[in-house]
């Protein structure tokens, strides 16, 4: 029954570790996928002159689940007659962003209202912070995930060592 008990104990901590590994990579796809939304959105702005719900409609297109979704119900909202600012800042505030990246994000929803050089200027700066913050997520990986498994499995054989 022991050897039961600490095997379960082992897999919960192979899960556990699997788990945060998984959110993490979403997290970092999230971002690079907001990155280069927004980049290809400072173009079209400048570009193609486009709607901003249409805008968002077509960078929902290119991204992954999480960034498409908040760039849909973004537009779906500014479809409705719904101030772009409020829709933009509640859907940052859902995404499974830092605090500081999420912060980032509802930087851009006052700058929504403004003229399109404004938005413009806007949505390069965030671009660039976004840039940043993956480059900072991808330098601690390793050891990110190193703590976290080490940690996870510690407390593992803790278990393992006072049911034992």
Not at 25 to 34: A, I
Not at 84 to 99: H, M, N, Q, Y
Not at 100 to 128: F, H, K, M, N
Request: hydrophobic share 45%; net charge positive; with cysteine.
């Amino acid at each position: 029954m022991k050897a039961w008990g600490i095997a379960c104990i082992l897999l919960g901590a192979f899960w556990g570790t699997r788990v945060s590994v998984r959110e993490r990579r979403r997290k970092r796809v999230l971002l690079s996928d907001l990155r280069a939304a927004f980049a290809r959105m400072g173009e079209e702005i400048r570009l193609a002159r486009i709607p901003l719900p249409d805008l968002l409609e077509g960078l929902a297109e290119t991204c992954g689940p999480d960034a498409a979704a908040f760039f849909r119900t973004v537009a779906g909202g500014v479809r409705q007659g719904r101030p772009p600012s409020v829709i933009w800042g509640r859907e940052a505030d859902a995404l499974p962003l830092s605090p500081t990246d999420r912060l980032t994000l509802r930087e851009l929803s006052p700058v929504l209202r403004g003229d399109e050089e404004q938005i413009r200027r806007a949505v390069d700066v965030l671009s660039g912070r976004l840039e940043r913050s993956l480059q900072d997520m991808d330098r601690s990986a390793d050891a990110d995930l190193r703590r976290a498994a080490a940690l996870i499995f510690s407390a593992a054989a803790l278990l393992v060592i006072l049911l034992y």
